[in-house]
């Protein structure tokens, strides 16, 4: 087995981890809603409505039981009058911290890189 062949066997694992990746995450909201749990760590329904300009009820619900499917997020049931719900990340949600940092710090970047020319 030649080293070109391992390096594009690894290349191809490594594409196929990222589209894994971008799978999870696609869309316009799901980066948008995690953010919003990251940085405030536990989220109410409508506080993730109101922190995600221009989504709607019911995309809101379907992204959050996708999110929950794939086991980053755990909705927690409270006993309030009425019942009210609560998002957090899970253990493996929190794995994706430092990528949201990274987003961030990138956005931030971005956007001072492209209003100073």
């Known amino acids: 087995m030649d080293c070109n062949y391992r390096e594009k066997e690894k ?3 490594e594409m196929m981890a990222v589209q894994d990746s971008m799978d999870v995450l696609s869309g316009k909201w799901k980066i948008a809603i995690i953010s919003s749990i990251c940085y405030y760590n536990k989220r109410r329904f409508s ?3 109101n922190d ?3 989504i709607s009820n019911k995309m ?3 992204e959050l039981k996708e999110l929950e499917i794939n086991k980053l997020i ?3 049931v409270l006993d309030t009058q ?3 719900i609560e998002y957090a990340l899970t ?3 929190k794995t994706l911290q430092t990528i949201i940092n ?4 990138w956005g931030i970047a971005h956007r001072k890189k492209i209003t100073e020319e």
């Open 52 to 54: 995600v300009v221009g």
């Open 74 to 76: 755990k909705r927690t």
């Open 60 to 62: 809101l619900s379907k």
């Open 11 to 13: 290349h191809k694992k």
């Open 82 to 84: 009425p019942v009210s």
């Open 91 to 93: 253990d493996h949600g």
């Open 102 to 105: 990274n987003l961030t710090d």
């Open 47 to 49: 506080d993730i409505l």
